[in-house]
């Protein structure tokens, strides 16, 4: 009953704090205060910086009234940050204005960074939570302020201030009656998302797998299984018919499974990790080999399928099961001591508050999940978002990426619980603990070849990140760094426009090399690394051979439906 009370309170103001934890806020914030308030000479050391970005602002200033298209500003925006690129902000007043938000964004990150005695993780919130309240009193967000939008309201007449309150109103209607996002009705799954012909093999309360059909006379003889994401529906590896990884590799002459996840409710709420494991992975992994009779296979585990992948690799290994020729891992971490931003999340405070919400509600909701990674990349996901749809009254084009991006999951209270505490909190995997059954699996027993992938601009799994499973290996690992983000960056098919990628190989028995010196060692190669995959995995397969049937009626995996299946459709 107690407990009942303390979890019902959490989880009712969680409804207004979007999950976060107003306590471990508060902590931080309490963190930096007081240690701040007890630095003197860190105190001196910012009065100096005020004084002196005062007087850079004010001879900037006189420079830009006696000199008006003199060239030159006082400070440059992050490489990242492109809100101030367009020629308006280099014209007075706009470039005296964006000048000073920007040297008053440099000092902020001064004040809340090096001071002495913080623990880390509250200064990383504090400075977070900083850039964030900035970021939403930026120039480029106010109609006054922004040049551009300025411009276009003024030839305009205001009529795209008109256009942009009607695509407010839309996008509010829509989001509050549960429906998709502008634009996102023009894709639906089986007419021109996730298209690739194929079957239903196996069905059990967590997954489906899907066998698709050869495209190829012959095909090599392992097959591939893909285990991706649970938080996403699985179709972002099949998106359309031109940027289709299943269909790319089935056109390599590969023949193709893949792992369609259920989208859990309030009644899955028990559902753990081990579930994940067993009724995910490695049921998958008994259909694919009883399906083709291959004793082999090749398994490519995408971003938190990668990690799930890891972990029944490691247990396989442990346990004898040599079924695992290769192993790829798309974005995927196993060692979560550099996991990006999202650790900003992750502590005792916050996950216990986060659970409080789930424990009330069975699950953890897609749109909690999703405000949660737009904040990370507020400004390209939110605020830029506002200026171009809103202020400038013109609609940003649906995509697939986009739409499929929209189409989110849920996740059940054990399982997310489980997954945040023994991997992001205590990184049970790396460090050996993690247990599977009654012993514990460590990445080190792995002995299949190991094909990486990392993404230039991850902010899930920043590539830094993913790189780290070379300290943690004892085989032969292929790593590739890629273009683009967490999504696109793995979504990268031949031809698509203005990718690139770096590929290097290290055997076993190499000294580990750091990934600044591995950047600074491998040169960039032009295009996308989609062949690099197939031709290493070619590298690994044996000889050509008949493509295997569509399921096996007489081995108890008779097809049950055609590809896309059903659990993708599960709202």
Known sequence: MEEALDKGLKAAIAKTTAGLSPIALAAAYSDWVLHLATSPGKQLQLVEKAAKKSTKFASYAATCATHPDAPQTCIEPLPQDRRFKSEGWKKWPYNLIHQSFLLNQQWWHNATTGVEGMIKQHENVVEFAARQVLDVFSPSNSLLTNPDILRKTISEGGWNLVRGWRNFVEDATRQNTGQKPYGAEEFEVGRNLATTPGKVVYRNRLIELIQYAPTTDTVRPEPILIVPAWIMKYYILDLSERNSMVRFLTGQGFTVFMVSWMNPGAEDRAIGMDDYLSLGVMDAVEATTQITQSKDLHAIGYCLGGTLLSIAASAMARNGDMRLKTLTLLAAQTDFTDAGELQLFINDSQLTFLEDMMWKQGYLDSTQMAGTFQLLRSNDLIWSYMIHDYLMGERTPMIDLMAWNSDSTRMPYRMHSEYLRRLYLNNDLAEGRYKVGDDPVTVSDIRAPVFIVGT????????????????????????????????????????????????????????????????????????????????WLANNSGKLTTPPPLGSKERGYPPLCDAPGTYVFQE
Do not use: C, M
């Open 456 to 535: 230039e601009r991850d902010h899930v799994a920043p590539w830094h990140s993913v790189y780290k499973f070379n300290l943690l290996s004892d085989t032969d690992v292929t790593f590739v760094l890629t273009s683009g983000g967490h999504n696109a960056g793995i979504v990268s098919e031949p031809g698509h426009p203005r990718r690139h990628y770096r590929i290097a190989s290290t055997t076993k028995d190499a000294p580990y090399i750091d990934p600044e010196r591995w950047v600074e060692e491998t040169e960039p190669t032009d295009g996308s690394w989609w062949p690099a995959l197939t031709d």
